[in-house]
């Protein structure tokens, strides 16, 4: 996929949408990268907290909870 293309941002940050579990313990921001770049996506770590913040911009506060656990070091 193109690097830093609007498009691979979008469709990136779309599916880290779809990747974050609803319910359950979540899932960390390396497990995204690594999902992600099985899925092709070229990204790094520090990426995906970039997204994650952006996403909690936008979106509700059903996603303010996840997104903030996932920014925790583990």
């Known amino acids: 996929m193109p690097k830093d293309s ?5 469709l990136r940050q779309w ?3 779809k990747l974050i579990p609803t319910i359950g313990s979540g899932i960390t921001s390396r497990q995204l990268r690594d999902i ?7 990204v790094t770590k520090r990426q ?4 994650l ?5 936008v979106f509700s506060s059903q996603y303010v909870l996840i ?7 583990v």
């Open 15 to 17: 599916k880290i949408l």
């Open 6 to 10: 609007s498009r691979n941002i979008l």
């Open 67 to 73: 997104i903030q656990n996932l920014a925790k070091p």
């Open 53 to 57: 913040l952006q996403l909690q911009e």
């Open 36 to 42: 992600l770049s099985d899925l092709g996506f070229s």
């Open 48 to 51: 995906i907290e970039r997204d």
